[in-house]
């Protein structure tokens, strides 16, 4: 396990000559974190509410409390 510092530009700061896997890797993580935030902002622009209208269902008429329900023969 490593730990590695960010300066909140870079993903992990390290000696190039040191660890030079560390810059591929925060290059592709900002190149994908970009790409991703500007995609998120677009969708955030171009997002439109969408609503689903259903019709109302016609009321039930239920049977009166004085009513005797009889079994079907």
Known sequence: ??????DGYWLFNAKESELPQIEKANERFL???KASRKQLESLKKMKVSRKLELPIPPAI???GAD???QPET
């Open 61 to 63: 008429d239920y049977p």
């Open 67 to 69: 009513t005797q329900l």
């Open 31 to 33: 190149t994908k974190d």
């Open 1 to 6: 396990m490593f730990a590695f510092e960010s």
